[in-house]
């Protein structure tokens, strides 16, 4: 049954083939797309013939790479762009709502806490189309009462932010929160009896503490905004994120250079991810 | 002193209300409001219910709710099954120096985009993709055979795409299984089937609970799997709201429909919840 007790034969081999079988089923997809990004074809598929990397660098008419396509190049800094912006919101806010479900007490903070948690069982795509119709509301009311007409509440890049951020906000506070709860307050008792001020005690000592939860936080939700699709969809205006150009290529027939795409993606986040996992390592 | 402690409370108080009720309240409240108005053609609005009656009278969008319901359950059950066995051999039987190594081999692909996870399954299983490749080389097959786009295709991707969520939960509560509860079942003479029974499941409950939630609301949500993978004439509901919000552009149905799929994966959260008799609180974390 378990490692400690005694097991046949067939058990313990039949279990490894099951393993074997499963990390077969969730690395397959991947590494076919990895090493079709390779093949000298036009199409993303078998027979192999040969190894090339124009799908990266190539800047012919049939064939441009990845690093000469516009389009795409377009699409990836605007994700990188929008990931920032949500980032940084969602960090800022995160925080202060990490503070304020654990260091102070006020009438129906239960019930905000159950509030905050709420984005994490809300549809992605319920989010996007909630936002969208809301702001198209306060765009007509603006248009209706004052004549202005304000751009933030189009689809367009700066919706995408508040979209994402909305749910990515919950995460970064759950994160931050855990390690606010270790934190051991006398130390911020003794800066006070020391003459330091709340402002004071929570920059030197509260957030130096949290650094780590913040940054492996941060790094989150730069990855769930760089790669989200359901709640952009609905958001997105002229300018296609990332996930969004490539779903647009990917349903009406593809090319090697999404495989180039993905091939990088996958680098980029399994590098991130292993960063991610080192650091948090370490700190324990 | 005291004036000092209340300015902090402001300072962390604005951001979150803000937050919290211009992207989340006020938008659920016009979803609602939106939900129960209509537009003739002049474009003037009034309310009404008619956006519901709809839903009901045309088979076409309360056959693909049930449908898509139903296939959210299969999902989260199938899951189930495929990640119980993973997360006993990680936390009971594998040898403990590879077990962390083996946790992070697990975790890794669900870094990368869902889109890029499903492009990849559509280039293995579609008419000119690999495995048909292979199938064709080894004389298994004559002709390619088209692997895409039918729903049994569509359920082992969204199994594949919500696999993490169920794993983890599961692995952390086996974790606290103690071994020496299976051992005395052992000795006892229990077999493995009653072991399963009565020990392992009882003990996960908490794990399975929080994993099934997840699971089914990230299923009953996706859109990418089934647009992509799912055959051309088996809709999904969130594409139902697509049609009305993008293609049509008939917002206040749209809006009916984004607002039944909230109430529905609300209601099968909260009846998961009293099922097991656990907190939201506890359940996200």
Known sequence: MIRTLPNSGAYKAGFRLYMVLYFGFLFAPLLVTCILAFNDSQFPSLPWKGFTIEWFTGNLPERVGIFHDTINLYSIWVSARVAFFVTILSVSVGTCAAFLFEQEDFRFKQGLYFLMLSPLVVPGVILGISVLLFSNTLGMFFEDHWALDIGLFRPGFWLVVLGQFSFIATLVTLVVSARLKKFDRSLEEAALNLGANRFEVIWHITLKFLRPAIIGSGAVAFLMSFENFNTTLFLVGSEATLPINLYLQVRDGSTPVINAISFLLIIFTSTAALANLYFSKKDR | ?285
Do not use: C
């Open chain 2, 1 to 285: 002193m005291k004036k000092g402690i209340r300015w902090a409370f402001v300072i962390f108080v604005t951001p979150v209300l803000l937050w919290l009720f211009l992207l989340i309240v006020l938008p659920h409240i016009d979803l609602l409001i939106m939900s129960f108005r209509i537009e003739d053609d002049f474009g003037n609005s009034t309310w009404s219910a008619s956006n519901y009656l709809n839903f009901f009278k045309e088979p076409i969008y309360w056959l693909t709710f049930a449908r898509t319901a139903a296939y959210s359950i299969l999902v989260t059950v199938l899951t189930f099954i495929v990640a119980l066995p993973v997360a006993f051999f990680i936390t009971k039987v594998v040898d403990v120096r590879y077990k962390g190594f083996l946790t992070m081999l697990l975790l890794l692909p669900f870094w990368v985009s869902e889109l890029v996870r499903v492009y990849g399954w559509m280039i293995l299983l579609r008419e000119s993709g690999v495995i048909n490749h292979f199938l064709l080389k080894a004389g298994l097959l004559r002709q390619p055979v088209e692997m895409l786009y039918n729903d049994v295709t569509m359920v082992m991707g969204l199994v594949y795409t919500s696999m993490l969520f169920m794993v983890i939960p599961l692995i952390s509560v086996l974790d606290s299984l103690d071994d020496s509860l299976i051992e005395a079942a052992y000795d006892l003479g229990a077999n493995m089937w009653s072991i399963l029974i009565k020990i392992i499941i009882p003990h996960s409950m908490p794990g399975i609970v929080s994993g099934a939630i997840v699971v089914f609301m990230l299923t009953l949500g996706n859109y990418l799997t089934p647009n992509l993978m799912g055959g051309k004439n088996s809709l999904w509901f969130t594409e139902q709201i697509y049609n009305q919000f993008i293609a049509s552009f008939n917002w206040n149905q749209g809006s009916a429909f984004g607002f039944l799929l909230l109430l529905l994966s609300s209601l099968v959260i909260w009846i998961g919840l009293k099922l097991s008799g656990q907190k939201l609180s506890k359940v996200v974390k």
